[in-house]
């Protein structure tokens, strides 16, 4: 829906999501062709223009873990718990760590990916994982806050800063990435949006897209 800013994503009764389907995977031939379904849901929202919020009402283990750490922002309830169990069923936490290592300092990842350790949700936060640990009681009211603010911000706007923070950090000559963003920025100046922010900005009053 083109006029939908946000997009949350959450769990039912207390579980956010519990992981792959074992029967499943256990009988699954490994295609170097064919990525697993799940990747492909990490794929997406991390390419999505709009900004994927994370309501993480539960456990979130394994595969779970790594569809939290793939959301944007996620806030999650105090009590869920979160950790990579992959090792004590004897494999690894291969295709998550792709979407969770980049948000840990080595030291953790190591510590919960060898021990296979559940955290705590102030854990989570605290290694990256997740954006904020709050209260149960008031989890709906922090993500409905998180929400209204992302819904003040241009949704090109978004849509690019979501860019800016996949592409940034893999550049490896400065001056292409100073060459890179000045082209974006040029061009989001000179935008349609960016007008209309600008001008909205002088008149004390809301964007067209925020709001009213």
Avoid: Y
Wanted: proline share 6%; net charge neutral.
């Amino acid at each position: 829906d083109p006029g939908v800013h946000v997009i949350v994503l959450t769990g039912t009764g207390n579980t956010f999501c519990a992981g792959a389907d074992l029967k499943e995977r256990r009988t699954a031939t490994a295609d170097p062709g064919e990525l697993p379904m799940f990747v492909r849901v990490f794929q997406q929202i991390q390419a999505a223009p709009k900004p994927v919020v994370g309501r993480i009402n539960g456990h979130a283990l394994a595969g779970g873990l790594g569809l939290a750490a793939s959301c944007d922002i996620s806030i999650a309830a105090e009590s869920a718990t979160m950790g990579f169990t992959e090792v004590r069923i004897g494999v690894a936490p291969a295709i998550i760590s792709v979407v969770c290592l980049p948000k840990m300092r080595t030291a953790d990842a190591t510590l919960l990916f060898l021990t296979g350790e559940r955290v705590g949700a102030a854990r989570a936060a605290e290694v990256g994982l997740i954006s904020k640990a709050v209260p149960d009681a008031e989890l709906d009211k922090e993500v409905a806050e998180v929400v209204a603010k992302l819904r003040l911000g241009g949704p090109i706007a978004l849509a690019k800063s979501k860019e800016l923070l996949a592409r940034v950090p893999a550049f490896t000559d400065q001056t292409e990435a100073f060459r890179w963003t000045a082209q974006m920025s040029a061009g989001l100046f000179a935008s349609d949006e960016g007008v209309e922010g600008m001008t909205a900005f002088a008149g004390r009053r809301p964007p067209n897209w925020a709001p009213q």
